[in-house]
């Protein structure tokens, strides 16, 4: 019996656990992870609960009042005067008459808020034109004559100037400016118009001449210098 050899037992799982254990902390770790997975996952799955409202207060219905009937004044009717105070009338104002206005209309006067509209002013005249004219007769001979408008230039400045002659019958022969530069002549039916040629100079004065015809009569039934009548008729 002593020559048998013994078998030696083989290592049983605790021998290896007991041998190893580094095994244990990872299966502790392994089962920790996966618990955590799982709170994790149940952690997500849950809904906050949703506050129900609750039902809305019953209401008590409320009966119909009647509405008030307002009260009506009579305009008439005039509060007691009592002594050392002015009286007040009980008149609404609604009653009260409206106040005429200056203009005897009512609604328009001061008392009434509006303001009257101021009178338009007048168009005053245009001053007088600073250049002059004056009508006078040159010569005379049968069948015609020989007229003269002396333009005279008042202003500071130099102008120019329009003359308008007015004969009924009779014609225009010519026209001329003496001693200066000649303008525009023109007839237009019983109007004879000429317009300067050039500025007459501050206080310097020109003759304008024509010779007409038949005209019947050396006075001419209108004459004027920049609308202004002329002088020697």
């Known amino acids: ?13 605790s021998t290896a656990i007991a041998s190893s254990p580094w095994v244990v902390v990872s299966i502790g770790v392994i089962v920790m ?4 997975i799982v709170a994790l996952g149940a952690a997500r799955g849950r809904r906050p609960f949703d506050a129900q409202p609750g039902p809305p207060p ?12 307002p009260s009506r004044v009579d305009p008439t009717v005039t509060a007691p005067v009592v002594p050392g105070l002015s ?35 007048s168009s005053a005249a245009p001053p007088p034109s600073p250049v002059t004219g004056r009508y006078a007769v040159v010569d005379t001979f049968d ?27 009779g014609r225009l022969v010519t026209s001329w400016v003496e001693g200066a530069e000649q303008g525009r002549a023109s007839v237009s039916g019983e109007v ?9 100079a501050a206080g310097a004065s020109v003759p304008l001449r024509f010779h007409f015809e038949a005209t019947g009569t050396t006075r001419p039934a209108g ?11």
């Open 58 to 69: 019953a209401t008590v219905p409320l009966p119909d009042l009647p509405s008030p009937t």
């Open 143 to 169: 069948g015609g004559f020989i007229g003269e408008v002396r333009i005279s230039n008042a202003d500071s400045t130099a102008r120019g100037w329009t003359v308008r002659l007015v004969f009924p019958t």
């Open 223 to 233: 004459c004027t210098v920049d609308d202004a009548p002329c002088s020697g008729l």
């Open 33 to 36: 992870v996966v618990l955590l």
């Open 87 to 121: 009286p007040r009338s009980t008149v609404l104002p609604s009653a009260v008459a409206p106040t005429a206005g200056p203009s005897g209309s009512s609604g328009g006067g001061a008392g009434s808020g509006r303001p009257t509209p101021a009178p338009a002013p």
């Open 192 to 200: 004879f118009t000429y317009t300067s040629g050039v500025d007459l």
């Open 1 to 13: 019996m002593s020559g048998t050899r013994r078998k030696r037992p083989l290592p049983g799982a």
